[in-house]
T-cell receptor, first 117, second 113 residues
Framework: EAQVTQNPRYLITVTGKKLTVTCSQNMNHEYMSWYRQDPGLGLRQIYYSMNVEVTDKGDVPEGYKVSRKEKRNFPLILESPSPNQTSLYFC????????????????FGPGTRLTVL | DQQVKQNSPSLSVQEGRISILNCDYTNSMFDYFLWYKKYPAEGPTFLISISSIKDKNEDGRFTVFLNKSAKHLSLHIVPSQPGDSAVYFCAASGELYGQNFVFGPGTRLSVLP
């Protein structure tokens, strides 16, 4: 089954304790992205990756790191979590656009609800 | 400032009637739009899309209309069913954005039996 998986689904942690949220896709997609969802703000992009070893900042990258060492995995790292990073996080993947005007739908993981105390 | 706006946080509709969800955008560089549907405890799933070369796209009970001059699009669901109750996100992209999309804040639709 084609899917994007995230782990853990739920996490409660304390300020300053490093954590990693994993994301994996089995569709051989080049593009992967991390979003956070907050009430009234919708989905805001944190980081994205166009392919292995190619990553770039989204709209809200502060306090986050990512890596893309393999095509299928795109972990999100919080080196020193703070309470304002309490949110619902989604990983997504898609094919990279091939031609001008061609956009591909993104497939989303089930989400990770993070609480930082 | 939000580039993609969904000014109705919530909407309630009777089963069998039409649901109309609205989305406005400010960036004239956007030329491709999608709607995603999200159930609780699940990730968003793609619903329907429209390119700026069209003003309408239809898929079963779902139709998206695009008014480029007004920078406005709407999603029509006819007839609405209780299973349509979810949060709907509008998303926009353009040539300069590559594969990145800008999402609106979402509208929660409740279809009442």
């Amino acid at each position: 089954e084609a899917q994007v998986t995230q782990n853990p689904r739920y996490l409660i942690t304390v300020t300053g304790k490093k954590l990693t949220v994993t994301c994996s896709q089995n569709m051989n997609h080049e593009y992967m992205s991390w979003y956070r969802q907050d009430p009234g703000l919708g989905l805001r992009q944190i980081y994205y990756s166009m392919n292995v070893e190619v990553t770039d900042k989204g709209d809200v990258p502060e306090g986050y790191k990512v890596s893309r060492k393999e095509k299928r995995n795109f972990p999100l790292i919080l080196e020193s979590p703070s309470p304002n990073q309490t949110s619902l996080y989604f990983c997504a993947s898609s094919l990279w656009k091939r031609t001008s005007g061609d956009h591909n739908e993104q497939f989303f993981g089930p989400g990770t609800r993070l609480t930082v105390l | 400032d939000q580039q993609v706006k969904q000014n109705s946080p919530s909407l309630s509709v009777q089963e069998g009637r039409i649901s109309i969800l609205n989305c406005d955008y400010t960036n004239s560089m956007f030329d491709y739009f999608l709607w995603y549907k999200k159930y609780p405890a699940e990730g968003p799933t793609f619903l329907i899309s429209i390119s700026s070369i069209k003003d309408k796209n239809e898929d079963g009970r779902f139709t998206v209309f695009l008014n480029k001059s007004a920078k406005h699009l709407s999603l029509h669901i006819v007839p609405s069913q209780p299973g349509d109750s979810a949060v709907y996100f509008c998303a926009a992209s353009g040539e300069l954005y590559g594969q990145n999309f800008v999402f609106g804040p979402g509208t929660r639709l409740s279809v009442l039996p």
